[in-house]
């Protein structure tokens, strides 16, 4: 009912929220197969905290955290850049050999890599912990 109220009119924006809540899962493909196709002569915004209904769905993506807008993208681009690994920088006084003990003791961090000149400092090639940890 309510996505009828909303194309009284011919409106060229269509705003939805959770358009598939409450819904049973055939609704649910009828309704996303009507958003998919009402995107065609419409712009059509809505909101879903589902991820793969918006994947499903779309062409582009926006999110928006704490009020403020965190990305924009195809569906495709943002799940690459969200499942790829981050990378993190650290400044640190503390001997080099003493940051790497700490870090790679952290299961979660991967590799390392040490850049700079300096007291403490030295280059070393990016490595995986397992075999840095063994080096020292």
Do not use: Y
């Amino acid at each position: 009912m309510g996505i009828a109220q909303a194309l009284l009119g011919s409106p060229k924006v269509i705003i939805l929220d959770e358009p598939t809540v409450g819904l049973d899962p055939i609704q649910i493909i009828e309704i996303r197969d009507l958003i998919k196709e009402l995107g065609q002569p419409h712009t059509v915004i809505f909101s879903s905290h589902i991820l793969s209904e918006v994947q499903t769905i779309c062409d582009q993506m926006i999110m928006i955290a704490r009020g403020k807008l965190a990305a924009f993208d195809t569906p495709e681009n943002l799940e690459k850049h969200l499942l790829s690994p981050n990378e993190v920088a650290l400044t640190s006084d503390a001997a080099t050999e003493e940051v790497w003990k700490l870090l790679c003791g952290i299961g979660s961090i991967l590799d390392l890599t040490v850049e700079g000149a300096g007291a403490g400092f030295w280059p070393r090639a990016l490595e995986p912990c397992s075999t840095i940890s063994r080096q020292l």
